[in-house]
């Protein structure tokens, strides 16, 4: 059951608004939700959000670790974030030679599309 707000402060059917609207038709499953938190916690941080900001602005799609890594923290850390984000299922890598190069994981943008155009 939604609140009723009143912009005039009596309640009443003509002057009141919803005060929350559904995100979609369906709710999130405890999976879903689950998964969705993972990726949504991984990006809260600023540097994460950078580099997958980076990585899925890519002309190619894919970004190599060595083009990718100045955000401002050392390359250890870099990798930590890197980890972080493959763990929460946004990136995808492949090891060529020395070098690691990640794309944005199949479905991911159209998927965080879709949810948050759901809650608009």
């Known amino acids: 059951m939604s609140k009723l707000v009143s912009i ?3 309640q009443d ?3 009141s608004l919803a005060c929350c609207q559904p995100l979609g ?3 999130l499953s405890a999976a879903d939700a689950e998964k969705i ?3 949504f916690k991984a990006l809260s941080d600023p540097v994460r959000l950078r580099l997958f900001s980076r990585i899925a602005a890519q ?3 894919e970004a190599c670790v060595c083009d990718i890594q100045d955000v ?3 390359q250890p850390t ?3 974030h890197l ?3 493959r763990e929460a299922g946004l990136l995808v890598s492949d090891r060529r030679a020395s070098w690691v190069y990640y794309r944005v994981a199949p479905g991911v943008l159209a998927g965080m599309a879709g949810l948050l155009s759901a809650a608009a």
Do not use: D, F, W
């Open 83 to 85: 980890r972080k984000l």
């Open 8 to 10: 005039s402060g009596v």
């Open 37 to 39: 938190a993972a990726m």
């Open 13 to 15: 059917a003509t002057t």
């Open 78 to 80: 870099v990798s930590h």
């Open 72 to 74: 401002g923290v050392s």
């Open 59 to 61: 002309p190619g799609g």
């Open 25 to 27: 038709q369906e709710e």
